[in-house]
């Protein structure tokens, strides 16, 4: 108490009166030399804590990075080795139970993928709908109409797109199949007429072509009553008997439109919880090389599976529009085939020409010879300047490794491996590219 009140008197002094200041000073020497003292030695002890818990924090990290982390990188890659060699072992059994849970998991595969093509359309609704409700109703309200009238919009254009296509497409194809069915042998004759005119008065040429038409009306005869008949029974029958397997695919249509609905309203809550999980995982830059290469990935199937479903569209109208101005018979048949096919990039074209050509051939050479140069002559359209149009340099793959692509992924999965695979190894195409741009920077490689 004494030092403090020396203190305070010490400083209430006027500036002026030397002597008081000196009288407190010496009073005061020991006391500000034990404090002084005190602060060297709290500085002192700080800085050795501050030495030490830096020691420590460098040799954590040592040991992290010396034995730590390679030991949980071993551990992973043993438990991976185990994993892949479980699923090869015992394959079967994994088939069987993916299988299951992708029947469990289909009315939401369903609706990913509807709610995937339907996401643009749902875009392109609400943008209208946010500008004609501008100024008219307040924001807030403006933006929850818009979102559920566009959702509401989308799924109805579906459906009355697939309504419409199913109840104009599929009787004309089902009434061409069965009249080509009543017609076959007589369109057979009428070949073979053809083929006779041609060969002229050559009568060994005439009998080995009749020999040829009659032993084929035979064995196609044989095959329509013991083989096709039988197998179309045998068809209906399994149909009647799997009512259960349409209700469940009934039921899985209609809980995937649900499931659509619900991820074409929450889309954008989505979108930002998967940044917030990307950026606590991986951080902020990481995250954002990732957003960027999914953000390409969308982009690139989006843009290419969007495209060839209208250019397909279109070249179907065409073929279709065309065959009726020259009344070529089986058009919507014919027409459904040129325009389901042309969504398969590359084969598309030749896979649907060549059983229309023989559809034709069945009316006459000479009709599948004009309608072979009208599919020629729509695919250099298409090629040339529709589909450039449309879709453009999406892909950015060159034509080895479309054929690649297209060979590959049809040969694993079938047709819908032959629509995707192209944008799925044009996404591999450049992360592989990316990766060897970044390789060659690092090793100061110009390239």
Same mark, same amino acid.
Not at 87 to 110: K, N, S, T
């Given at each position: ?7 305070? =008197? ?12 000196? =009288? ?35 040799? +954590? ?134 083929? %006779?005119? *041609? ?5 060994? +040429? ?44 009934? +039921? ?32 902020? %830059? ?6 960027? %290469?999914?953000? =390409? ?32 018979? /089986? ?12 969504? !398969?990039? =590359? ?24 309608? *072979? ?32 692509? !297209? ?7 079938? /047709? ?32």
């Amino acid at each position: 108490m004494k030092c403090e009140l020396y203190v305070y =008197f010490f400083l209430s002094l006027p500036h002026g009166d030397e002597g008081c200041i000196g =009288f407190a000073v010496r009073l005061n020497q020991g006391f500000l030399r034990k404090l002084f003292g005190l602060v060297e030695k709290y500085d002192r002890i700080k800085a050795k804590a501050l030495l030490s818990l830096g020691g420590d924090v460098r040799m +954590k990290r040592e040991t992290k990075e010396k034995y730590i982390y390679p030991a949980v990188l071993k551990g992973c890659v043993v438990v991976a080795g185990v994993i892949v060699f479980f699923i090869i072992y015992r394959f079967d059994q994994v088939e069987q139970a993916a299988g299951r849970l992708l029947d469990i998991l289909m009315p939401f595969v369903y609706g990913g993928v509807l709610a995937y093509l339907l996401r643009p359309v749902c875009a392109f609704l609400e943008r209208g709908l946010l500008r004609c409700m501008e100024g008219r109703v307040r924001q807030n309200l403006a933006r929850k109409l818009a979102g559920g009238l566009s959702i509401a919009g989308s799924l109805t254009f579906f459906l009355v797109l697939t309504y419409t296509l199913l109840a104009l497409v599929l009787p004309q194809v089902l009434e061409s199949l069965v009249y080509v069915a009543k017609m076959l042998p007589e369109l057979l004759n009428r070949a073979t007429l053809w083929t %006779e005119e *041609l060969v002229g008065d050559d009568v060994s +040429k005439q009998e080995m072509i009749e020999n040829l038409s009659s032993m084929l009306s035979i064995n196609l005869m044989d095959w329509v009553t013991s083989d096709f008949m039988p197998d179309v029974q045998m068809i209906l029958a399994e149909l009647s008997s799997r009512v259960w397997n349409i209700f469940i695919l009934a +039921k899985n249509i209609l809980i995937g439109l649900v499931v659509c609905a619900y991820l074409l309203s929450g889309r954008r809550r989505m979108k930002k919880q998967g940044k917030l999980i990307l950026l606590g995982v991986f951080g902020k %830059e990481w995250s954002d090389k990732i957003l960027e %290469e999914l953000r =390409f990935v969308d982009s690139m199937f989006v843009g290419f599976i969007n495209g060839k479903l209208i250019d397909s569209l279109i070249i179907g109208v065409l073929c279709f529009a065309v065959m009726n101005v020259f009344n070529w018979p /089986l058009a919507v048949l014919v027409s459904t085939i040129i325009g389901v096919t042309n969504i !398969i990039p =590359f084969f598309g074209p030749f896979i649907g020409a060549v059983p229309s050509a023989l559809l034709m051939l069945i009316y006459g050479p000479w009709q599948m010879i004009y309608f *072979l140069v009208f599919v020629l002559i729509l695919q250099q359209f298409d090629g040339n300047i529709l589909g450039p149009k449309i879709l453009g340099n999406t892909t950015g793959l060159q034509s080895f490794w479309v054929l690649f692509s !297209i060979t590959l992924f049809g040969g694993l999965f079938g /047709l819908a491996g032959m629509v995707v695979g192209v944008p799925f190894f044009a996404v591999l195409y450049d992360l592989i590219k990316k990766l060897v741009i970044w390789a060659l920077k690092k090793r100061k490689i110009d390239v």
